[in-house]
């Protein structure tokens, strides 16, 4: 029994705490609002991929390398190279459409391909060599919230943009940038308002990005980030 209400006590406190995090964050949606610092120095580049820590829905992205393996057949084996048509060129298929497919779907398109003139039954491997691209993550009081693909430079306000601006409920003074960095997630807030006038510079963004955009419509936004987000010391090294 001691255990059960020891478990129900921490199972509230976690839920006390998030529902205090996200009126601290939510607070205001004309101002900054939000306890993450901004401004800050060293927010820089996040963690390289790796395919060691690639999700297995990863999705393909131009100029990722790929490793395809076709089960005895070594003129079609080797390491491949999306390009920036989405495509990779292969011995007797030609083009094959790679980009937002994830290895599974790929390696049943070649399949499909190459049974249909060549061979019979193949059995195809495919894998991620290098991961150079992938998606960023809109969410809060943006019109559109989802993913995005994020293939070279990107900007925040273009970010923004891509999710077809802020909603009517947005308060532009609190965008939250979450990054991996060290292997370690980081946080930091940024005011549109001001980079929009030029008072402070737009900051590049990049794959793996969770930006989330504070207003009245961000809660729901909020409790998805802190489910994998631990709720102390968000920008202090975790």
Known sequence: MASMIGALW??????????????????????????????VAGFGEPDAPSATRLASDYRIAPLDKLSINVFQVKDLSGEYQVDLTGNIAMPLIGNIPAVDRTTQE??????VALSKKYLK???VTVGILEATGSTLTLEGSINK?????????????????????????ANPKT??????????????AFDLTTIRKGEDPDPEVYRGDIIVVDGSNTKRAWRN??????????????
């Open 175 to 188: 965008v939250v940038v979450f990054r991996q960095v060290d292997g370690k997630r980081m946080a930091a």
């Open 121 to 123: 039954d193949p059995d």
């Open 10 to 39: 921490i199972g509230c406190l976690r839920v006390v705490g998030a529902f205090l995090f996200m009126i601290a964050v939510t607070a205001c949606t004309s101002s900054r609002g939000s306890d993450i610092p901004y401004d």
């Open 145 to 169: 919230p989802g993913l995005y693909p994020a293939f070279g430079k990107l900007t925040l306000v273009q970010a923004v943009a891509m999710g077809g601006g802020l909603d009517e409920f």
């Open 225 to 238: 980030v802190i489910q994998s987000v631990p709720l102390l010391g968000l920008f202090r090294p975790i």
């Open 106 to 111: 790929l390696q049943e398109e070649l399949k």
